[in-house]
Nanobody
Framework: QVQLVESGGRLVQAGDSLRLSCAAS????????MGWVRQASGKEREFVAV????????YYADSVKGRFTISRDNAKNTVYLQMNSLKPEDTAVYYC????????????????WGQGTQVTVSS
């Protein structure tokens, strides 16, 4: 069982930066691909970024490529999402998620989900 707790979401202005964190309660954190998925009000969940267990491979949605960076610290059981040049269309609830298979995670399919953290970007 993997428990995930996100933090860092808040109200910011367009162009600002924000870093989300996700702490995982699991003994074998490095065995899991970790990702971020977001859901805007009234819309379906959207894959944002994923990182492999060892941290060497990352993949991003085209909408965030070049602006967002996913990283992880396996010693701290934590994954991060650095978000720069935020836009109003980035407004959403951001979910941290974990899966044992990078291929599944890269397609937005995860076994474990956090509760989400709200990011609101004002124009």
């Amino acid at each position: 069982q993997v428990q995930l707790v996100e933090s860092g979401g808040r109200l910011v202005q367009a162009g600002d930066s924000l870093r989300l964190s996700c702490a995982a309660s699991v003994r074998t954190f490095s065995s899991y691909a970790m990702g971020w998925v977001r859901q805007a009000s009234g819309k379906e969940r959207e894959f944002v970024a994923v990182i492999s267990g060892g941290g060497r491979r990352t993949y991003y949605a085209d909408s965030v490529k070049g602006r967002f960076t996913i990283s992880r610290d396996n010693a701290k059981n934590t994954v991060y999402l650095q978000m720069n040049s935020l836009k109003p269309e980035d407004t959403a609830v951001y979910y941290c998620a974990a899966d044992g298979a990078l291929a599944r995670a890269s397609s937005g399919r995860y076994d474990y989900w956090g509760q989400g953290t709200q990011v609101t970007v004002s124009s």
